[in-house]
């Protein structure tokens, strides 16, 4: 398989979910040394926050369980996103409606809520901690701990053909 599988991980500001989404997802592929396989990126449907580093309190849940992410940078998804990647996960009903506004039809398939791949959680979306207390950061961190493992496993079966 010469060509690398394309996660690409979605929420309004990219400073909260979907950048410790990227951290923990690149973690996990990088743990089973797949990064040569498995491209990996994160964007918001806002650009609240171009170029800034994740949030603070993101980076901090993130530190104290072994997960670096202050290298990250957000952006703002582009049209070229829908092109370029196989899987566009959204945070949230309202970032995934956004994002099939903004693509075409032939993307749709490519555009899930990612906690689809979840396993322990039963929502489907992935609150925003951005306005509450610590608390949020760390359930944000459990369930989309529990997404990036369901969606390695799917991505090792479905696309790289492992086990």
Do not use: W
């Not at 791949?117 to 306005?131: I, K, L, N, S």
């Not at 610590?134 to 990036?148: C, H, K, R």
Request: glycine share 6%; hydrophobic share 40%; charged share 30%.
């Amino acid at each position: 398989m010469s060509e690398k599988v394309k996660v690409l991980f979605v929420c309004m500001g990219n400073i909260c979910r979907s950048p410790t989404a990227h951290a923990v997802f690149r973690k996990l592929v990088r743990d089973e040394a797949l990064d040569g396989l498995i491209e990996i990126d994160s964007a918001g449907t806002h650009a609240y926050h171009v170029g800034n580093p994740p949030d603070s309190r993101s980076m901090e849940v993130a530190r104290g369980r072994g997960i670096e992410m202050q290298d990250l940078r957000a952006r703002k998804v582009d049209f070229g996103d829908f092109i370029e990647y196989d899987y566009i996960l959204a945070m949230d009903e309202a970032n995934y409606s956004l994002l099939k506004e903004q693509a075409l039809p032939e993307h749709f398939s490519k555009i899930t809520m990612f906690l689809e791949f979840a396993e322990q959680f039963a929502q489907t979306e992935v609150p925003d901690p951005y306005y509450g207390g610590p608390q949020g950061f760390d359930l944000v961190f459990d369930m989309v701990t529990d997404a990036s493992e369901g969606l390695l496993r799917h991505i090792k079966q479905e696309k790289l053909n492992l086990k």
